[in-house]
């Protein structure tokens, strides 16, 4: 499972301009409707209601917002590198900066945990954080969470 599989430059956000929690996850359920043909508010209550059980803030100002629905044919990725920081509730307590959002079919299973691990690896990566934060163009963000996997396997 490779970052390219579920992720479309038009699924890519260079400068999101959200204050809070809510108004981010709604931003990127308005993207992902776009890019999935799915309904805004069904990838909206999806999030939200995974945020309930627990934040999705993975510390080191990162969130990985994930859900599944039914309509779904394959998984989906979106990506914001946010313009300001904002509180998630994250477990380290600092705001986040970087949203990775998986959305997956409900028949995922498996596909959709490999999914996760992967984001998180690769979010994990200091390196890769560093020049995520530092760029606010999408064709460069893209190119970084894409190409860091050529480097890898090499």
């Known amino acids: 499972m490779e970052i390219s599989d579920l992720l479309v430059l038009d699924g890519v956000i260079a400068d999101l301009k959200a204050t809070s929690k809510k108004q981010a996850l709604k931003d990127l359920a308005g993207r992902a409707a776009t890019i999935s043909g ?5 990838v909206f209550d999806v999030l ?3 945020e309930r059980l627990g934040t999705t803030a993975v510390g080191n100002s990162i969130a990985i917002p994930h859900g599944k629905l039914p309509t779904l044919d394959r998984l989906h990725g979106l990506f914001a590198r946010l313009q300001t920081p904002i509180d998630f509730q994250a477990i380290d307590e600092r705001p986040v900066d ?5 959305l997956a079919p409900e028949t995922a299973g498996a596909d959709h945990l490999k999914a996760l691990a992967r984001i998180s690896r690769l979010l ?11 760029t606010d163009n999408a064709e460069a963000l893209y190119a970084i969470l894409t190409a ?6 090499a």
């Open 148 to 153: 860091s996997e050529e480097h890898r396997a």
């Open 124 to 134: 994990r990566d200091k390196g890769v954080c560093d020049k995520l934060r530092g």
């Open 48 to 50: 939200m209601e995974r």
């Open 38 to 42: 799915l309904h805004e508010r069904a």
């Open 98 to 102: 970087l949203i990775f959002v998986l």
